[in-house]
């Protein structure tokens, strides 16, 4: 059994259009909502032992964010083919990820992300800014995730369980 943890990036800004997609920062909804869901995980005990986020700033960000406001100690790895990707290119890196760990986080982008979310689980949720999927995958190797073998544990929306406190 292995533990995927999907993290859409952070809010962000659209204060500097000089700025290329690639290159937006979070704003401060953001940059407060990243940290809220890394402690939100620590809280839960939903620790991952790696993470591989898309190298854009703002998924950059939240990942490194989320990481050091949980205390994850996980090393924080950068693919550049989540930027853009599809379902199909996602659970393809999903399973490359060394069977070592037993749980991973992958920090990215919709509309890929909530396309994984549904390959994965048979569910279709809304996944907004920062949405995090607890997903519970019934592997015993990462390189046999395919579509509909995980099933969601848990899918928290940073917005309600802010509310929540």
């Known amino acids: 059994m292995k533990t995927l943890y999907v993290l859409r990036h952070a809010k962000s800004s659209w204060d500097h259009p000089e700025l290329s997609d690639f290159e937006r920062p979070l704003?401060?909804?953001g940059r407060k909502a990243a940290p809220f869901m890394g402690r939100l995980m620590a809280e839960r005990d939903l620790v991952p032992e790696v993470i591989v986020s898309s190298p854009a700033v703002r998924a950059k960000t939240t990942a490194r964010l989320a990481s050091e406001a949980g205390d994850f100690g996980a090393e924080i790895r950068f693919d550049e083919r989540i930027y853009g990707a599809g379902s199909?290119?996602?659970v393809y890196i999903v399973a490359?990820?060394?069977?070592?760990?037993?749980?991973a986080m992958i920090v990215g982008h919709n509309p890929g992300f909530e396309?994984?979310?549904a390959a994965l689980?048979?569910?279709s949720h809304r996944f907004p800014t920062a949405a995090l999927a607890v997903i519970?995958?019934?592997v015993p190797n990462w390189s046999e995730v395919t579509r509909g073998t995980g099933s969601l544990r848990e899918?928290?929306?940073p917005k309600k369980e802010m509310n929540r406190r």
């Open 27 to 29: 704003n401060d909804r």
């Open 88 to 90: 199909n290119t996602l």
């Open 96 to 103: 490359e990820i060394d069977d070592s760990y037993s749980s």
């Open 115 to 117: 396309d994984l979310v």
């Open 121 to 123: 689980t048979g569910e």
């Open 136 to 138: 519970d995958l019934d």
């Open 155 to 157: 899918l928290f929306i």
